[in-house]
């Protein structure tokens, strides 16, 4: 009778462990952050050996497509100047914010998702998905959520594109009513002064969105608040603080204030 060595026996347990990892990540996580997964599990495995393991296994990221950031700046507003700067880690909450639009295509016609989002813990804290580009649609609900979520009580920096729908009169006076609140724009056709908010578009996009036809806008929004609210936030580890989820370094930030 043939007994397993020992070997064969961790390479199993870890195998699917791997396996595990890489389907609870909606199969988009490649072997770093499937190694990071494991290590937090204490599970004391190289990189190059998960790479492996995938490889053999099969188990390849779905994510390779790219998307086009299209933002309609023709106006005759006011535009601020940048003072965010592409100072891109304040490492405190509620300090700065940044925002923008993407477009989502369903089966019966486009839809237009406003996020908002914290750059100390890099959480979406505000988001809305529109029939229309209109600012009453699109970015005045996304920002409201956000203010309900996290009351502004400190200066802070709302950061965005040159777009219409940022610079227009309803948005400004909104914004404006808060003294707390700074208003900050990219300079003309630099998509990198807002590399935050375009970097999550490009995850949402190849990780969700790309993976789904849709029917209508309801299925839409199911699809898109599972993703943010029930994964990215939560679970997904992210690189800029340090591969944890946004969640997750928030909690961190918060003990380490309550600490000093």
Known sequence: ????????????????????????????????????????????????????????????????????????????????????????????????????????RTKKGWLYLTTVIDLGDRKIIGWSLSLTMKAIDTVIPAFKMAHRRRPITKELIFHSDRGVQYACNEFRCLLEKNPLITRSMSRKGNCWDNAVAESFFKTLKAECIYQHKFADKEQAALIVFEYIETWYNPKRLHSAPGYLSPEEFGRNLNKQKNAA
């Open 1 to 104: 009778m043939h007994i397993p060595s020992k070997r064969s026996i961790e390479n199993q347990l870890i195998e699917s462990e791997v396996q595990q990892s890489f389907e609870n990540s909606k199969k988009i996580y490649v072997s770093p952050r499937v190694t990071l997964e494991l290590n937090k599990k204490n599970i004391k495995v190289s990189r190059p050996r998960v790479a492996r393991m995938m490889w053999k296994a099969k188990l390849r990221s779905i994510v390779k497509k790219k998307f086009k950031v299209t933002t309609d700046s023709s106006h005759k507003f006011p535009v601020p100047e940048n003072i965010l700067d592409r100072d891109f880690k304040p490492e405190i909450i509620s300090t700065v914010g940044v925002s923008d639009i993407t477009y989502i």
